[in-house]
């Protein structure tokens, strides 16, 4: 009947939304418009990205055990429902062709300069739609071990690093325009907090979704201060050329030289973006996949996994011509054309079953 | 089932075509390794020279070898180094131009030195620094070195026991800057205070002498020998070695080294600085707070050494730490360059005056007053307690 049967305990849950969050943002620094505030700006955004994740896990508590396709068509029947459940279903088919973009930029940046971009996609897809068809429940296995790795992989590239920091690099606090700041602080909460909204589809898988929220909480918030601690670490050791450089982060690893002997370890944060770029595109990629077999009623979400991820493939070549354009659209575009998916859809939705009084489902499932 | 068995089994066949790594590979003596790189720019015609120094790899590993007769490879001084210079109009311009005419394929990651001739310094280093940071093949931490002539004639020059001319300067730099006499500049830190409002970037600078070398020979030598300032990206003057070291006083640079005052030298254990800067009615006050702890090496006086004696080390220390700090304060102010970084601890402390300090800064920083305040203390006079003469 169901077209996922795995299930997911809430701890699990909390480190896939890491895994997710750190998507892109390991190499592509967020806040870094608000130069050395930047850990300011990421701290507001989370903020406003546990708001956003108020407003989404508010809706999956109304409606236990259903993904956002079946609660649009709960909320506002067959046809307007799934109108809109197309319009999520681009977004998250969107969201995984920019991370792909992103995934492929830098690795042709930095690592393959040779290997055409193609090449790397259809790799990374391969994984992402093994991953994909195995169902939730594996993704969320291994994003213990990976998301594990990724933090000891940053600690560890902290310290290393320690020597070359100079802390009053981040002083003065607060030393650009409020408005810039919460510009700045709007687009975090949107990249990467509040591209959670994808666990929509996710949500309803889990073991015990009661726990849902304070599950979505905690991973939103133990990422969001990883995120303050490396754009600290990143602006101590970069000073201004921190809004400079495209990829901070990366640079930063490559400064650490402990005693001529170990250098050159910026490569782990190339493989911190591999594996948790994976966690975003399969996520982005599974609600997709899931929603669309969702609307047209499939028996099965499989057959549809590979025609979308060759498409998805093909939009991440596409939709972005090069690396000016997608930080462009990533500073001044993105934050507002996520807004109607990431707050307006679940709010609205959220609003109107109210207004129907559509009863709470699911409240007595275990 | 079966069907399952062919397609996995297909896809085992197809997928090593693809990721079976290194079908790019590039071979260790196909590659030209750049050790050092110099930028020089024609002053008429705006051209510029790339000077590239390449490692032979195999020459290294037959120099290392063959140490014992040193006197055969002298007569061939660049046996594990190859120079080559290409000129163009760009810096990417003479990098292509080289890459047509080399046997191999340059090869970055291993950069030591950027070495940038004087000439070319004093014209604008701004596209120089553009195309190291824009190619990912660059590293943030290869070092900056001025050359007192042209970078060419720098690279050029096989100085002292490294077979790889470029790793040997390097290496002296690292240990000039860790004896505390002139500062050590990676690109990064370059480039942080050329992007800094105020702040003047700074570069070692490094000149060529003569000595007598073996057989009445007269050989060639790098020697660092000041401290090269810009402003913006043009170089506009340089410090000495007094003021170089006034220079790493204050900006809390100093790690070991000695302080010579008339009878006595001392050895530096820890020195620390604090510059503190101050805002009364419009003007600024600058206070360089030095904290510093010596061991006395050698001392020609005839007194005991009690601790009277000592207190007055103490003070001649003071006095002579303060003076090479204020020798490098009045050039930086002759220059208009704020090589400390003073702009930037007044952006710090005073957010809100700033705006209007900043517009104003190449007026206000040949006239701010700063005051030098050293506090020192001598730890150890080593193993004999009293003097070795009697008066």
Not at chain 1, 191 to 220: C, H, Q, T, W
Not at chain 2, 313 to 341: C, H, P, T
Request: neutral net charge; glycine residues 8%; hydrophobic residues 45%.
């Amino acid at each position: 009947m169901s077209l996922e049967n795995g299930k997911i305990s809430s701890f699990q849950l909390s480190v896939l939304i890491i895994g997710f969050i750190f998507g892109a943002s390991v190499i592509i620094a967020p806040g870094q418009g608000a130069g050395h505030d930047a850990w300011m700006a990421i701290a507001l955004g989370l903020t406003e990205g546990l708001l956003i994740a108020w407003i989404f896990t508010a809706l999956a508590r109304h409606f236990k055990g259903k993904t956002l396709v079946e609660i649009n068509s709960l909320v506002y029947g067959k046809i307007l429902g799934n109108f809109i459940s197309v319009l999520f279903i681009w977004y998250l088919f969107h969201l995984g062709a920019l991370v792909l973009n992103n995934y492929s930029r830098f690795l042709e940046l930095e690592l393959y300069p040779a290997t055409p971009k193609t090449l790397t996609l259809i790799l990374i897809m391969l994984v992402c739609a093994s991953s994909v068809r195995r169902g939730i429940e594996v993704l969320a296995r291994c994003s213990l071990i990976l998301v594990t790795l990724t933090i000891l992989m940053a600690i560890f590239d902290t310290l290393l690093v320690v020597p070359h920091m100079d802390l009053h690099n981040l002083l003065p606090i607060l030393d650009i325009p409020i408005g810039k700041l919460l510009w700045t602080s709007h687009a975090t909460a949107i990249f990467p907090f509040g591209d959670a909204v994808a666990f929509l589809m996710v949500l309803a898988f889990v073991n015990k979704p009661e726990k849902g929220r304070s599950a979505v909480f905690k991973g939103v918030l133990i990422a969001g201060l990883v995120l303050i601690g490396v754009a600290v670490r990143n602006a101590a050791v970069l000073g201004q050329m921190n809004a400079i450089y495209t990829y901070p982060t990366y640079i930063t690893a490559q400064v650490i030289d402990v005693g001529d002997v170990l250098t050159r370890v910026e490569v782990l944060v190339a493989i911190n973006l591999i594996t948790m770029g994976f966690f975003k595109i399969s996520v982005a990629y599974y609600g997709a996949v899931l929603g669309l077999a969702q609307v047209f009623n499939l028996r099965s979400y499989r057959p549809i996994i590979l025609p979308i991820g060759i498409l998805m493939v093909i939009l991440a070549l596409t939709n972005v011509s090069n690396t000016a354009e997608m930080f462009d659209f990533a500073n001044n575009g993105y934050p507002i054309y996520t807004i109607p998916f990431q707050i307006a859809i679940p709010l609205i939705t959220l609003l109107v079953a109210k207004l129907r009084k559509l009863p709470q489902i699911g409240g007595d499932q275990a | 089932m079966k069907g399952k068995q062919g397609f996995v089994l297909i896809l085992l066949i197809i997928i090593p075509v693809f990721i079976s790594g290194c079908w790019d590979s590039i071979e260790l003596n196909k590659l030209s390794i750049i050790s050092g790189l110099g930028w020089d720019v024609d002053a008429d015609t705006g051209q510029v020279t790339l000077t590239f120094q390449s490692i032979i790899p195999s020459e290294t590993k037959g120099a290392a070898g063959s140490s014992g007769d040193g006197g055969q490879k002298r007569g061939n001084p660049l046996h594990t180094i190859q120079l080559d210079s290409s000129t163009g109009s760009s810096a990417y311009d003479a990098l292509n131009r080289y890459s047509q005419h080399s046997s191999r394929r340059t090869f970055y990651q291993h950069t030591q030195l950027y070495i940038l001739g004087r000439s070319a310094a004093e014209q604008g280093i701004y596209p120089f620094l553009d195309s190291i940071a824009r190619n990912p093949i660059n590293r943030p931490n290869v070092l900056m070195v001025v050359s007192e002539k042209k970078a060419r004639d720098i690279l050029s020059i096989q100085d002292g026991m490294e077979s790889i001319q470029a790793m040997g300067m390097a290496a002296e730099i690292k240990l000039s800057a860790e004896y505390s006499q002139y500062p050590v500049v990676t690109y990064l830190e370059f480039a942080q205070r050329l992007l800094s409002e105020t702040t003047a970037p700074l570069a070692p600078m490094v000149g060529i002498i003569e000595q007598a070398g073996p057989e009445g020979v007269r050989v060639k030598k790098t020697r660092i020998n000041g401290t090269a300032v810009f402003k913006g990206d043009k170089m506009i003057g340089h410090l000495n070695e007094e003021e170089s070291r006034g220079l790493l006083w204050a900006i809390n640079k100093i790690k070991k080294g000695f302080v010579i005052i008339p009878g006595a030298n001392l050895e530096i254990v820890t020195a620390k600085s604090k510059i503190i800067p101050e805002l009364q009615d419009e003007k600024i006050k600058i206070t360089i707070a030095i904290d510093e702890e010596s061991n006395l090496l050698e001392y020609d006086g005839h007194r005991e050494i009690s601790s009277d004696l000592l207190q007055d080390l103490e003070k001649g220390q003071a006095r002579e730490i303060e003076r090479q700090v204020m020798a490098a304060v009045e050039k930086s102010q002759a220059l208009n360059a704020d090589v400390f970084g003073f702009g930037d601890t007044v952006h710090r402390k005073y957010k809100k005056e700033w705006p209007v300090l900043k517009a104003r800064w190449e007026d206000i920083y040949p006239y701010i007053e700063v005051v030098v305040k050293v506090k020192t203390h001598v730890n150890e006079i080593g193993e004999i307690n009293k003097a070795l003469m009697r008066d």
